[in-house]
């Protein structure tokens, strides 16, 4: 198993660890979306994080040189996932504990609340870096989540960001050192779990309406061209 699943007052903590530095591969999205899933059916608050020093450094480059094809149903498939977790009725919380890459990057963005530990890690989208045209989806994201002066910078100049520097880019809500990460993300969770969630969830829909219309339109368009 990649992902664990635990369930204690009403707050679902999903984390990644495959022992290594959590890529995502279809094995890893169908376990992510399998414990989504459970959390809908528990409606539970979700605190997505992973092992101790990383996030996830994206995608599982095996899959994306495996050839045209299974590189663009990898991708679809993290891409729809990170829409899920924009779209999901219940808050989301992020907790980064390290390396925060590529398209583990753009899962951590689709979060509702994002909390990073403090350390000498990776925050960076370097897809330009190793030469892959930045995605449809990705821009259109980071174009919503980003703050504007970093846009251009984290998209097209593959800018290595600080756990410091991702708040200011928008990336994280708040860094906190990271023996103190998941009791923050724990009590941020419950915050937001006293919330009245239906009116959240009413709330989060109406207000991403036309972002999620444009994530998925992009989508689609790197379902055509991707790879």
């Known amino acids: 198993m990649r992902v664990g699943y635990e ?4 707050i679902a903590t999903i984390t990644m660890n495959d022992g290594k530095l959590n890529v995502l591969s279809p094995d890893m999205f169908a376990e992510l979306n399998a414990a989504l899933d459970r959390a809908q059916a528990d409606r ?4 997505l994080t992973g092992r101790e020093g990383a996030f996830s450094a994206g995608f599982d480059m095996k899959v994306l040189g495996a050839g045209p094809e299974p590189a663009r149903a990898l991708a679809v498939t993290g891409f729809e996932l990170a829409a899920r977790i924009l779209a999901f009725p219940t808050p989301v919380v992020i907790a980064c504990p390290g390396h925060t890459i590529a398209m583990g990057l753009f899962l951590a963005l689709s979060g509702d609340y994002r909390v990073g530990a403090t350390g000498a890690y990776k925050i960076v989208a370097n897809e330009v870096a190793i030469g892959i045209t930045m995605p449809h989806f990705a821009l259109e994201l980071c174009r919503q989540r980003l703050s504007p002066t970093h846009f251009h910078r984290v998209m097209m100049t593959a800018e290595m960001l600080s756990p410091e520097d991702a708040v200011h880019a928008g990336i994280f ?3 906190v050192p990271a ?5 923050t993300a724990r009590l941020a969770a419950s915050r937001l779990a006293s ?16 972002d999620l219309g444009a994530i998925r339109a992009a989508i689609q368009a790197d379902a055509a061209t991707f790879g």
Not at 44 to 47: D, G, T
Not at 201 to 209: F, G, I, L, P
Request: proline content about 3%; cysteine-free; charged content about 35%.
């Open 173 to 175: 809500d708040r860094v």
């Open 195 to 210: 919330l009245p969630l239906h009116v959240y969830a009413a709330t989060k829909a109406r207000a991403r309406e036309r």
């Open 44 to 47: 539970a608050v979700v605190i």
């Open 179 to 183: 023996g103190e990460l998941h009791d």
């Open 7 to 10: 369930l204690r007052d009403s």
